[in-house]
């Protein structure tokens, strides 16, 4: 057990994270990269994921594995995530002006989910941005959706925007947890893909997945595909969608500029 000092010293260095984090939003420190999403049999490019980073004035770039937490606990993670959203969506409005139809997925935290004035904040988000709702897909962790959530999701699904499932595991969830929710993506969690080549099991459950998923109506998408045989699994697996490294890290807004530009009709070709 730490002593009172330790205590003392740990809580004095969460309020001067805490503040550090406020002064960050307040500074524009944080900024989005975006993932492409490429279809996995087309190879057309059909979406982004939006990923938040902190430009830290003194630690340089850090991921969200750093801070996220923090914002959570401390409660920014409601300013940051009504950034972050309102961000990514004036982002998909700008592609969207120059001709590229694509979706903006963009993660959302339970305290945002559970805040009561979210669907209304979603609604502003999409009248201020001019984005299509049908583009914009919300992504959650599946805890998050547990307990009575449907009308808050039907609330959502009325504005217009697709639901998505985070970090989904075959096995481990059921996809009949989810057949009562208006959930329309499922993201398969990277650690699942990656287990693929070495797990025959694996394989079968993804195999049993896109089966049931197919007669659900649900889109599967496939995170953290490392290379061709991960990719060429899925394929055969009939999984839609896949983002990972082997088609391209996460960019910021005027890299994907540049890439859209260069291919105008996508072609899957790495960035």
């Keep these: 057990m730490a002593d009172q000092s330790e205590s003392s010293r740990e809580s004095a260095e969460g309020v001067d994270y805490a503040r550090e984090l406020k002064k960050a939003l307040e500074d524009d420190q944080f900024f989005l990269v975006y993932q492409p999403e490429i279809d996995l049999h087309s190879n057309a490019f059909v979406g982004v994921e939006a990923l938040i980073r902190?430009?830290?004035?003194k630690r340089g770039v850090l991921s969200p594995d750093a801070f996220v937490p923090e914002l959570e606990s401390s409660g920014l993670i409601l300013a940051v995530g009504r950034w972050a959203l309102a961000t990514a969506c004036a982002q998909g409005a700008e592609w969207?002006?120059?001709?590229?139809?694509?979706?903006?997925?963009?993660?959302?935290s339970a305290l945002q989910f559970a805040w009561s004035g979210f669907v209304k904040e979603v609604e502003e988000v999409i009248t201020t941005s001019r984005f299509p709702a049908g583009l914009l897909v919300?992504?959650?962790a599946q805890d998050t959706l547990s307990g009575d959530v449907t009308d808050r999701l039907t609330g959502l699904t009325q504005l217009g925007v697709r639901l998505a499932i985070d970090d989904f595991e075959p096995g481990q969830s059921l996809l009949s947890d989810l057949e009562n929710l208006p959930i329309t993506v499922l993201k398969l969690d990277r650690h699942f893909v990656a287990t693929l080549s070495d797990s025959p099991e694996g394989t079968e459950l993804v195999h049993s997945l896109v089966d049931l998923a197919k007669k659900s109506q649900l889109q599967i998408v496939a995170s953290g595909i490392e290379d061709a045989e991960q990719r060429q699994r899925l394929q055969l697996e009939d999984v839609g969608v896949g983002q990972g490294f082997l088609f391209?890290?996460?960019h910021e807004a005027a890299d994907i500029d540049r890439y859209l530009e260069d291919f105008s009709i996508f072609s899957g070709k790495p960035l």
């Excluded at 902190?54 to 004035?57: A, I, M, V």
């Excluded at 001709?99 to 959302?108: E, L, P």
Aim: aromatic content about 18%; cysteine-free.
């Design 138 to 140: 919300l992504e959650f």
């Design 96 to 108: 969207h002006d120059k001709g590229f139809r694509f979706t903006v997925s963009v993660n959302i």
């Design 248 to 250: 391209s890290k996460p």
């Design 54 to 57: 902190w430009r830290h004035p």
